[in-house]
């Protein structure tokens, strides 16, 4: 087989053309620095073999990118991955990153909890159950939140008196101050504990 055109695509890719028909799309700087050029031969098993490397570098391109916007857990980035690449290759860059120590899930359960909790109000109970949406394992969503130090009905008076300051002294306000607490995942004692705090002061 000949390679007898490649013409640049968006999205750094590359259109191979084998034999005058369309065959590969390939990532540029890849076929750039390989050493296949038009008019070159190369096997299936090469052609395969560049689709493959392709598709890794490609795919840790992209990843690097996301995580320049933001945290990921592990699944979360590899499901992202898998929408545009093989799901091959998004397994094999999520697992290199995790090695080299790009990607760490307890580093992004640490840092996750603490936002949920102390920036969200989200109670340890429902920021574990969040972490765990994103893919972190029951014990590792339960270790991070178990490590922030915070007391359930301080946290909770706190978001009383920001969100529903009439709550002690409007019934209608109390409900609605109840049932946001309780999406919060605070528990009926730890409202009770928190109301019982706001009347105290």
Known sequence: MIITDAKKLRKARTQLFIDG??????????FEESRYKIGAEITDGELQELLEASERFLAREKALWLLSLR???????????????????????CDALEDAGIISDENYAGRRALALIEKRGFSK????????????SRELAQEAVDRVEYDPAEAAAHLI???????LNDEAVFRRATAFLARRGYSPREIRAAFEKLNDL
């Open 21 to 30: 028909e369309a065959a590969v799309q390939v990532s540029s700087r890849l």
């Open 71 to 93: 945290d990921y857990p592990k699944r979360e980035l590899c499901e992202k991955l898998r929408r545009e690449y093989q799901p091959e290759a998004a397994e094999a860059v």
């Open 125 to 136: 109970k429902r920021a574990a159950w969040e972490l765990m949406k994103k893919g972190i």
């Open 161 to 167: 008196l920001k969100k529903y300051p009439g709550a």
